[in-house]
Nanobody, 124 residues
Framework: QVQLVESGGGLVQAGGSLRLSCAAS????????MGWFRQAPGKEREFVAA????????YYADSVKGRFTISRDNARNTVYLQMNSLKPEDTAVYYC?????????????????WGQGTQVTVSS
């Protein structure tokens, strides 16, 4: 069983930065691509960013491209999301997840294990 635990969320003013972390249990973390998604109240969960198992390939939603950076440390079983120039529309619960297809996917159906989420609130 894989457990994913997010941390680093909080309240920040527009233009500010936050760094989210997702710590994973298990010995196979480095074999899988990982992704970050977010869900705002009343909206569907949406793709934010993904990273390949090696960290060599990254993908971003257009809405965060140039502002967010996904990275991973396989020695620490941790994936990160650095969020800069935050906007009020970035307010959501952010989730990390494991891509079971071992590819790099942008749809929720390709992810099998999810964290509990961490709240990010950006004030204007």
């Amino acid at each position: 069983q894989v457990q994913l635990v997010e941390s680093g969320g909080g309240l920040v003013q527009a233009g500010g930065s936050l760094r989210l972390s997702c710590a994973a249990s298990g010995r196979t973390f480095s074999s899988y691509a990982m992704g970050w998604f977010r869900q705002a109240p009343g909206k569907e969960r949406e793709f934010v960013a993904a990273i390949s198992w090696s960290g060599g390939n990254t993908y971003y939603a257009d809405s965060v491209k140039g502002r967010f950076t996904i990275s991973r440390d396989n020695a620490r079983n941790t994936v990160y999301l650095q969020m800069n120039s935050l906007k009020p529309e970035d307010t959501a619960v952010y989730y990390c997840a494991r891509d079971y297809t071992r590819g790099v996917a942008t749809t929720t159906g390709n992810y099998d294990f999810w964290g509990q989420g961490t709240q990010v609130t950006v004030s204007s």
